[in-house]
Structures are given as structure tokens and as C-alpha cells.
């Protein structure tokens, strides 16, 4: 079942609106007066189910006195993205939409850390590969969807070109197969390409540092750029949940420790060779 309502660009647009409005003590009766709109419309755009217009986002702020440029400029900026449409959005319709938001959140990112311990992260996956994990985690789902669920990931492996990329992945992922040893080889070798990348580090967290691993088994650390500095995804591509600034100091400090225990870059490459020639 894909899940629909707001995206979470008017989600968190939505909340730092009611956040300046509830700073001053002003209602959602007032609030849309001011731009000719009824109390229950704010409420829809405050929880994103509405996206607020650009016009309309300045003359709130202007009435919830929001005078510091940078905050206005960022606000402004996510009101504009909402009704901009990129090539994410084109999938609407057959993807769900936390999963589309996840593309944009790649998109917009500046760095991206990522630590996988059931899969391959999305963005380092083959077509093979992940046709092969999408079949075992919705074995439900209409076959006639797999086509356009892979295509829409193998785009998003273009926000590959424009950031510092880290990955870390547990030893495991390399040892677990999806599809056969075929599939399996040409992924290893996959990560292999990527890790020549100037802007893309792979490193392997070895078993030995097992005790390290929490109840998280993939999560993606984003750095964005203003408002939202640091945002956290925690789940598979399947079940995407984003948190923000708050939530996100333990899973940084999770991914401090893993840098500090897994294999370096060379050493890393090494080790997926040595995984990939086991599979003939």
C-alpha cells in the first residue's frame, strides 16, 4: 500500500509557520484573515496537507514579525521548492510518498552518511540487486509497479554526483545474498567503481565491532542546508522516517563510533574484492 498526504517539504514549512504563529500568540482565525483565508485552511497548511504559496508565506511571516533575513530567505526558499516539481515528483502515483521525499532530501543535500546493516544502501544498489530486494520485501506488491520502482531508484543514484558521500556498511550486507552469485558479484563490483569516486567513501564495519550496532539497522544522516541543518532518515527505503535536529545527536554519535571502528577506504576495498571473487 503506498501512502499519500503532504509532502515533507509542506510538512516542514507547515510546522515552522505554526511555530512563528504560536510565538506570538496570534490564532489561526487571525492568521488567515490576514491572507484572506479561513482558520481551517492555516490548520491544513500548518500540517502540510495545504502547500502556502510564496506571497502568502511572506505576509505571515511579515505578521508573525519575522525579521531575520536568513529564516526569512530559507522559508521563502522551502516555499518555493514545494511548487517546484523535480523528477521525484513525477512518481507520485506508484511510489510512496516518504520514499519521494527521500529523493529530495538526496537531492538537496550537501552530505550524506549512511550505515546499512540488512541491505546495500539504495543509492550504492544495481538494478539486479535491487529488483532482487524489492521481490523479497514486497512480495505482495503488484508486479506490473517493480519496473517503475526501479527506475525511480536508479535515478536517484545521480545525487551520487553532487555530494560528499560516506557509507558504512556491516560485514554482513556482504555476505547476504539477493538474486544469485551472479547479482551478487556484479554488486560488490559496483561498490568497487563507486569507491574510485573522488567524493565517495566506502568502509566496511567488520564483525568484530558487532557490539557496536543498536537497534538501528540503516539510518542516512543528511546535511542541509538552512533551516534544516541535520536531518536523519531511519528505516529501509521502504519505511522512511525523517527526524530532525533534536533526534538526531545519537545517531550521530552511532556513526562517530562506527568511523572509529571500521576498516579505512583501502582496506575496505580490499575486503569487498576479497567478498566478490567468493562469488563465482
Excluded: C
Excluded at 121 to 136: F, P
Excluded at 225 to 243: E, I, M, N, R
Aim: hydrophobic content about 45%; overall charge neutral; proline content about 5%.
Amino acid at each position: 500500500m503506498r501512502s499519500k498526504g503532504g509532502t515533507l517539504r509542506a510538512r516542514w514549512l507547515g510546522r515552522l509557520l505554526r511555530d512563528r504563529r504560536e510565538s506570538v500568540r496570534l490564532s489561526l482565525t487571525a492568521a488567515g484573515a490576514h491572507i484572506l483565508r479561513d482558520k481551517s485552511t492555516i490548520s491544513r497548511i500548518e500540517t502540510g496537507f495545504i502547500p502556502a504559496r510564496v506571497a502568502e508565506v511572506r505576509e505571515l511571516l511579515n505578521l508573525y514579525r519575522v525579521k531575520e533575513e536568513p529564516l526569512r530567505a530559507a522559508m521563502e526558499s522551502l516555499a518555493k521548492d514545494i511548487w517546484v516539481k523535480g523528477w521525484w515528483d513525477e512518481y507520485a502515483d506508484d511510489v510512496d510518498i516518504p520514499v519521494v521525499d527521500l529523493a529530495w532530501l538526496e537531492v538537496r543535500a550537501r552530505k550524506l552518511r549512511t550505515f546499512s546493516l540488512p541491505v546495500i544502501h539504495g543509492l550504492l544498489q544495481t538494478r539486479e540487486y535491487a529488483e532482487a530486494v524489492m521481490r523479497i520485501t514486497d512480495p505482495d506488491e503488484p508486479d506490473d509497479l517493480i519496473p517503475t520502482w526501479l527506475e525511480f531508484r536508479m535515478k536517484r543514484r545521480k545525487a551520487l554526483s553532487q555530494l560528499l558521500y560516506t557509507a558504512i556498511l556491516d560485514e554482513g550486507v556482504l555476505s547476504r545474498t539477493f538474486g544469485d552469485d551472479r547479482v551478487m558479484r556484479n554488486q560488490l563490483a559496483h561498490l568497487l567503481q563507486l569507491s574510485e569516486r573522488p567524493y565517495v567513501t566506502i568502509r566496511v564495519l567488520p564483525f568484530s565491532a558487532s557490539s557496536l550496532v543498536g537497534p538501528e539497522t540503516e539510518f542516512t544522516l543528511f546535511t542541509l542546508p538552512p533551516p534544516f541543518v541535520l536531518v536523519a532518515q531511519v528505516g529501509t527505503d521502504a519505511s522512511v522516517v525523517q527526524t530532525e535536529v533534536s533526534k538526531t545527536a545519537r545517531l550521530t554519535a552511532a556513526f562517530a563510533r562506527f568511523e572509529q571502528h571500521a576498516l579505512d577506504a583501502e582496506e575496505s576495498r580490499v575486503f569487498i574484492k576479497t567478498k566478490m571473487e567468493q562469488y563465482t
